[in-house]
Every structure is written in C-alpha cells, then in structure tokens.
C-alpha cells in the first residue's frame, strides 16, 4: 500500500532523547556500594575526600560539601552577614533558589537586566541598582559561562559589597585562566543530577575565608561543634556543644562516593559536552530563527552546563512553549532554563518590576529553551536534534 508523503507522518527518531541524563558508571556504583556495605553512609570519610579533591580541583583553600546548592546559598548569604532589609542585587535569568535564600534571611532580592548575548548579569545595570542598602551583589554564570568577574570585584570594592557567586552552572568553568571556586570570593557549586557532576543531590561552599568557612560548617549541622564522623569513629569522642542554631544541610558519604569519581571524570564530561554544543553552534548558525549563544570578550573555559538557544518567535506561527510541544512529539526532550524570575505568580505579586525595566531578560524568557546535551549523546542524537529543530521551523514558519 502506498500513501501520498503530505498525509505521512514522518518523526526524526523512534526512541524519545531525554534533555539530560546523568553519567553514573562503574566506578560510582561500585563505591556507593562500598558505602553501603561498610555501615557507613551518613556524613564520614567520603564526604571529607570529596572535600579534599573538590577544592584542590578549584584552587579554593576551603570547601564545605552540603546536601544542595540551595543550601551553600542560604548558610553563605548568613555568613555574610546579610539579613533583614539588606538588599542583594542579582540577575533575573536564575533558577529561582537564587532569590528564594534570599527572602529566607530576610533580604531583599533586586534584579538587574542581562547581557542580550551571554545572557549573564550586566554590570553596567548593577551599578544602576546600588542603594545606601545594597550589600551584596551575586552574579550567576549563565550555562557554565563566567560572568565579568573583574568588573564586577571592581564595582564591589568601590560600594564596599560581598560578592557571593552562584556557581550551580559553573563546575569545571574558567575565567582568565582561574577555575571558578578559587578567586577571592565565597562560590556555591551544585550536583543536583542535570549538572555536569552529580552527587544525587549536593552542592559546595567554596572559599578563601576561614573564618566564612567555619561558620558555614557549623551552621550545616545543627550548629555543633563535631559532626557524627568526629564523634563516632574510632579517633573521636562523643562529646559536643551546641554553638548556634543551626541547619540540617550536610551531604552524605552515600552521596560523596558519586562525587569522588564523578569530579575525577569531569574534564572529559565538559570535553564531550564543549563537542555537542560547538555542533549545535555551527549547525544553527545558517538557521535564521535560532539564536546561539554568545562568546564572551575576555579568556573563559566554558563548562557548557546547558545548551539554550534563542527561539524568534515572532517569525514563526508558535511560541517558544508550542516549539518544545513540537520537539516532543518528534521524541525530542526539552528543559526551560529559565522563565524569568519576575515572571513567576510569587515574585510578581512581592517583587514587582515596572513594565520594560528588564528588556533583555523579559526578550530571553519568552524565548528560551536547553536542548538535549550530556556526555553521553552520540554524534547521531545531536544531529537529530538539530533536525528535529529545522523540521519544527519549517513547519511553523510564517
């Protein structure tokens, strides 16, 4: 039997190509499994050799592991000293813990526009937003792409702010040739399992303040002076004092053994995900209604934690949530990274922004998606991509 090809249904691939997923191999399993069996699986020895190997990895004299990078963000914004009616300039293109840790201290979130090509925070729009109450700025580097660190400890110098650097994008990411975790800032790096390393859950408080980084420490656990490997190994002594009220934010030994080899394979993940995306680059770069990203004017390792392209659609018959919808039936997954904050019913009810106050990134969220890519893609799944992407163009071109 014959069908005329307008009334055959044709997909790009047969198996759906999820947005991300994790790279667990032999190793992690093995030493996870490890864990399980020596009765050990809470905060012990792997925690602290995830430690040890993640700020010699960094360059950061200090590292605390914590159970999320929402939580790194929350314990690094206390001590700083940041609390009731302090404002903390940050960007709008965020996941939305960045702003959330800090209506928990009781600060003051306030957005500055972006960068309509990096996408990161724009430093000339920062400027525009310090106040008598400004205290803090934290920049977030976009998609593994360093923001303008230089300007921005110029400007923090200049009003006298702390600069927390919301790092979640940016294991393994460069900036004139320093790792981000080792300039002289507080970092908070995440594992949450779409990142470029995973613990499951996780995150890192990376510093070169001692003093920062002890308060961190006591503020994960309850605020006591041991935590339970101190107490409970053979060296330690079940004794401790209670030094402030703290928090229950501390990783796991089940969740470091992950890490231990994920950090040790890490350079080969950005590698692999540096080749899909350099693909995606010069696949889109003829494709008029797809924006790439943007390079940055000055020497960076991107660590291509995401791939999110522009969708114009005022040249197409959709908008950016009808092009996913396309993409998924033609078995191709999606992420949204990310609607802009003062685009969630929250913060437009207790954070309002005036109409046009943030052009680009008002631009960038109606318009943005993450397309498929982890080290594990083949050459063939992102060439599928890429024609699925013409395809859903072609279709709903005006």
């Not at 293109?93 to 960068?115: R, S, Y």
């Not at 995440?190 to 420490?217: Q, W, Y």
């Not at 685009?343 to 943005?368: C, F, M, Q, W």
Request: aromatic content about 10%.
């Amino acid at each position: 039997m014959f069908f005329e090809p307008e009334f055959l249904e044709v997909f790009v691939r047969k198996e759906f190509l999820p947005f991300s997923i994790p790279t667990i191999e032999e190793e992690e399993i093995r030493e996870v499994v490890d864990s399980l069996e020596s009765g050990w699986i809470t905060t012990g020895p792997k925690v602290k050799r995830f430690e040890d190997d993640f700020k010699a990895y960094v360059g950061a004299p200090y590292a605390v592991p914590l159970s999320s990078a929402t939580a790194g963000l929350h314990l690094a914004l206390l001590a700083l000293g940041i609390g009731p009616g302090d404002e903390v300039i940050t960007t709008p293109m965020t996941f939305a813990a960045t702003v959330n840790v800090m209506i928990h201290v009781g600060a003051v979130p306030v957005l500055a526009d972006i960068e309509p090509g990096t996408l990161n925070i724009d430093v000339s729009r920062v400027r525009e937003k310090i106040t008598p109450r400004t205290k803090a700025v934290v920049p977030v580097h976009f998609a593994g792409l360093p923001c303008d660190m230089d300007a921005i400890f110029a400007l923090a110098e200049e009003f006298n702010l702390k600069v927390l650097e919301d790092a979640a994008h940016a294991v393994g990411t460069e900036y004139k040739g320093k790792r981000i975790g080792s300039l002289d800032t507080v970092s908070v790096f995440s594992f949450h399992p779409i990142k470029n390393i995973t613990t499951g859950e996780g995150g890192m408080v990376c510093t070169r303040d001692e003093r920062l980084a002890e308060e961190v420490s006591l503020l994960k656990f309850h605020g006591m002076s041991r935590e339970a490997w101190k107490r409970y190994s053979a060296q330690g002594t079940p004794n401790y004092d209670i030094v402030l009220p703290g928090y229950k934010y501390n990783m796991m030994d089940i969740q470091a053994a992950l890490g231990i080899h994920q950090l040790a394979k890490l350079d080969r993940f950005i590698e692999q995900r540096t080749e899909i995306a350099e693909f995606y680059n010069d696949a889109f770069s003829a494709v008029e209604e797809i924006r790439t990203p943007s390079a940055a004017p000055y020497a960076y390792r991107h660590a291509w934690h995401l791939y999110t392209p522009l969708v114009r659609i005022e040249d197409l018959t959709i908008d950016r949530d009808g092009f996913m919808a396309e993409l998924k039936k033609e078995n191709i997954g999606t992420g949204l990274h990310f609607k802009a904050v003062h685009h969630h019913p929250y913060y437009r009810e207790n954070l309002p922004v005036p109409e046009g106050a943030l052009p680009h990134a008002d631009y960038t969220s109606d318009r943005i998606l993450s397309l498929p890519l982890f080290p594990r893609m083949t050459v063939q799944d992102a060439k599928d991509v890429v024609d699925a992407v013409k395809d859903v163009i072609a279709r709903n071109r005006r």
